[in-house]
């Protein structure tokens, strides 16, 4: 997946930078082991996900504000690119398929700087959103499903605490 989706951003203008590997611990859908304790076709399943990162022109970030808020400590870690934290639990969001707020935290306090604007297009619950109210960013979700639109307005209140119009 990760080396599909890297070889078609790359046809539609972007150049590719590096990949961040998140590694989730756990694998809560495992039902298909393929071949049993046999070696005629086993399934390997990797509880990790991969986070590609592009970008369009130039690397060096030049517009918005500048400002960066990301601590030493956050800087160190999190550009080391195995990120190892748990994933997200369905019941708490009402998603089937969240991920955890740490997720879209860390991308924006690595790769944007305060005030910018953070676009999700595939928006969910509204994750992305929550973190970007929560690290003083702007954010801008498109999702399909209208109960989804819901639950993500209720996330970014309660969690983002944001209290302006959505
Ligand atoms: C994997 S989920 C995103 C979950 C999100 N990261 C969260 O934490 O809740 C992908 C979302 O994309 C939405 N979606 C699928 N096709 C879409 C489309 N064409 N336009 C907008 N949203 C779409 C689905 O309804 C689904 O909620």
New binding site residues.
């Given amino acids: 997946m990760g080396a599909d989706l890297t070889t078609i951003a790359k046809k539609t203008g972007f150049s590719y930078h590096s990949t961040i590997v998140w590694n989730e611990g756990n694998i809560s859908r495992r039902t298909a082991w393929g071949s049993w304790a046999s070696a005629s076709a086993p399934y390997v399943i990797a509880p990790v996900e991969l986070i590609v990162v592009l970008y369009k022109k130039s690397w060096k970030k030049t517009s918005g504000s500048g400002i960066s808020d990301i601590t030493r400590k956050e800087f160190m870690d999190w550009t080391n690119g195995l990120w190892t934290f748990n994933g997200?639990r369905k019941k708490k969001?009402g998603?089937p398929?969240?991920?955890p707020v740490e997720l879209p935290l860390r991308c924006m306090k690595l790769f944007s700087f305060a005030g910018d604007m953070i676009l999700?297009?595939?928006?969910?619950?509204?994750?992305?959103l929550v973190a970007a109210s929560q690290c003083n960013r702007k954010g801008m979700g498109?999702?399909?499903?209208h109960g989804?639109c819901e639950i993500a307005v209720s996330r970014i209140q309660k969690e983002g605490g944001y209290t302006g119009d959505l």
Wanted: hydrophobic share 30%; net charge negative; no cysteine.
């Fill in positions: 997200e969001t998603h398929a969240p991920f999700d297009p595939f928006m969910g619950s509204g994750s992305t498109i999702e399909i499903d989804y």
